[in-house]
């Protein structure tokens, strides 16, 4: 089949078209997995269809196992779903068995393969992707974020002011579930006659704004070592998690970036403030600490930090943090200290040159869109 939907696009789909026999659910976007899924089961089996739902994981299954179990007949049904956990821990062996199955699957059977990320390399991934409806759950980039949170917070009866997802944003790290988990605790919260606004989402999740990841950003610009540190520890008293703080702050950064790049094109210091809705002396601030190899710096810092976090470091999380945002006021305070020797950044093509150098990083960042 080979076809690409996004989870939207699936749900739709399934209104006017019968189910594939196979399909591939992957993207590191936890929550659009998750719902993907959902949808698939409830589409195919209805409320309560477990009777014809047989869930496998790609570490512990045998392929003759999931094999079997895909072409047995479903019970008192038209059909039944044979879902794969971590798809990509299926062994090459195992997934040997599987190749058949994939080049005539069973109609009466619908198989879910569910995973982060496959290595396309593979050819258990390749056969995957040819047979399969894939669902792509790849994380949300900063333009679809926004509407994604107005869309979710309607459906618990919320209306959130631009200043409100602009908070949730920040202080989610992109995660959309980290976002649900907020939302669903702000409707418990704002009586539904009235606006949600950010400081709603600051007080509810116990930190104040002065201590938000965008003022932490500010701290490094002025290289305040002192309040980064402090600001990172209150955060971590609050519960959020050093993922989430990393998240972000990346994401921040990418805000920055955005700026600098729109104004490089010839944008205002107020264009941009109001495109990002940021204050216009906030906007010199960035500009005028934050240089663009600055930029560069973090972004790797954030990309070594995410790798760190998630396998299980022996360093601590909290040290991780420090360590990653001490090096961030330095990097600020040695390009201060290198600016009278450095040749102005050059307008026209050669900003363009520079733009492309940071999006490459940018487009491999693994702590969020």
Not at 130 to 138: E, F, G, H, K, W
Not at 165 to 183: F, I, N, Q
Not at 253 to 271: A, S
Request: aromatic share 6%; charged share 25%; net charge positive.
């Amino acid at each position: 089949m080979g076809t690409t939907l996004s989870p939207l696009q699936l749900q739709a789909t399934l209104k006017t078209q019968p189910p594939a026999p196979v399909y591939l659910v992957v993207g590191e976007e936890d929550l659009l997995r998750d719902e993907a899924v959902a949808a698939l089961k409830t589409a195919l089996l209805g409320e309560g269809g477990d009777f014809n739902f047989d869930v496998f994981y790609g570490d512990e299954a045998a392929g003759t196992e999931i094999l079997t179990c895909a072409l047995e007949v479903p019970v008192f049904a038209e059909r039944r779903i044979v879902l794969v956990k971590g798809a990509e821990k299926v062994s090459a062996k195992e997934a040997e068995v599987l190749l058949p199955y994939l080049a005539q699957p069973v109609h009466a059977t619908t198989l879910i393969f569910v995973s982060s990320k496959l290595d396309g390399r593979l050819k258990f991934s390749q056969a995957l992707a040819r047979a399969s409806v894939t669902i792509d759950c790849s994380p949300l980039r900063d333009v679809q974020l926004g509407p994604w949170v107005t869309r979710d917070a309607q459906r618990l009866g919320l209306r959130l002011d631009e200043k409100a997802v602009d908070a949730l944003k920040e202080t989610s790290g992109g995660s959309l579930y980290a976002v649900r988990r907020e939302l669903e605790k702000l409707a418990s919260y704002v009586t539904a006659d009235r606006l949600t606004t950010a400081a709603d989402v600051y007080q509810l999740r116990g930190v104040e704004p002065d201590a938000s990841v965008f003022d932490l950003t500010l701290a490094i610009a002025e290289g305040q070592r002192g309040r980064v540190l402090s600001i990172l520890a209150r955060n971590l008293e609050a519960g959020e998690a050093p993922l989430r703080i990393l998240g972000s702050l990346a994401w921040q950064y990418r805000r920055v970036w955005k700026m600098k790049e729109l104004l490089r094109e010839g944008g205002r210091d107020g264009e941009a403030a109001r495109t990002l809705r940021m204050d216009p002396s906030q906007v010199r601030t960035f500009l005028g600490r934050l240089s663009d190899g600055h930029v560069r710096e973090a972004l790797r810092l954030f990309w070594d930090a995410d790798g760190q976090l998630k396998g299980g470091s022996s360093g601590r999380p909290k040290m991780i943090m420090e360590r990653v945002l001490l090096q961030l006021c330095q990097s600020v305070q040695q390009a201060q200290s290198d600016a009278p020797r450095r040749t102005p950044t050059p307008t026209g093509r050669g900003a363009a040159r520079a733009v492309s150098n940071v999006r490459t990083i940018t487009s491999g960042n693994r702590t969020g869109r």
